[in-house]
């Protein structure tokens, strides 16, 4: 089935520091989200993109959704410790449309 | 958007015992809700839709016998943990979709002694 893959893994990083990740897919998206998940919570959407080659800014997080539809970057600039947390990329797929989620990258991010 | 509650926020019951846990969703009616479930340090993986007025629709290898789904309302949907063991212990995350987007709940964390 589809599946999307989230790297890095994991990132450790100083606060002011700009972070960028990706998302691919071995097929094709119409949609990409992104989502933060903190400790114990819900995930919650950051950036929404709908559009191949769209680039789409939130603040200071920044997602682009590829031109061949497989995959999609997520940028934050000038990292703040309340960044802390895992970044999942998710997209409906399959027959049904369901949302598929990525593997996740966790941040850390150090004062 | 959407903004969805759960509750509890968290649950620790009895190996063998029935817990329920309730989505709602504040401000949209939703004819369908998710629930996932999340193991620790994994990502979210969908256990079932919720359809409002219908039965659910169950991903393949959850048991609907186990995780019974009621969605009687356009803004209430229960999970029903049946006979709860330990390898259910998880976060389980309910959401629902407004347009093209997944808005969800903050999670009740199960904890099967």
């Known amino acids: 089935g589809q599946q999307l893959n989230q790297s890095p893994q994991s990132m450790f990083i100083q606060e002011g520091e700009d972070v960028s990740m990706n998302c691919t897919s071995s097929s094709i998206f119409n949609t990409w989200l992104w989502y933060k998940q903190d400790p114990g919570e819900g995930p919650v959407l950051l950036i929404a993109?709908?559009?191949?080659?769209e680039l789409t800014s939130n603040g200071r997080l920044t997602a682009q959704f590829g031109i061949t539809r497989k995959d999609s970057f997520l940028n934050i600039s000038a990292s703040i410790p309340s960044d802390v947390g895992i970044y999942f990329c998710?997209?409906?797929?399959?027959?049904?449309?369901?949302?598929?989620f990525g593997t996740g990258t966790l941040l850390a991010v150090q004062p | 958007g959407a903004v969805v509650s759960q509750h509890p926020s968290w649950v620790i019951c009895k190996s063998g015992t029935s817990v329920k846990i309730e989505c709602r969703s504040l401000d949209f009616q939703a004819t369908t809700m998710f629930w996932y479930r999340q193991f620790p340090k994994q990502s979210l993986m969908l256990m079932a839709t919720?359809?409002?007025?219908?039965?659910?629709?169950?991903e393949q290898g959850v048991e609907k016998d186990k995780f019974l789904i009621n969605h009687a309302s356009l803004t209430l949907s229960t999970l029903t943990v049946t006979s709860a063991h330990p390898e259910d212990s998880s976060f389980y995350i309910c959401s629902v979709t407004n347009y093209n987007e997944q808005f969800f709940g903050p999670g009740t964390r199960l904890t099967v002694l």
């Open positions: 993109l709908y559009k191949a080659g």
């Open positions: 998710a997209g409906p797929g399959g027959a049904t449309n369901k949302l598929i």
């Open positions: 919720s359809n409002e007025g219908s039965k659910a629709t169950y």
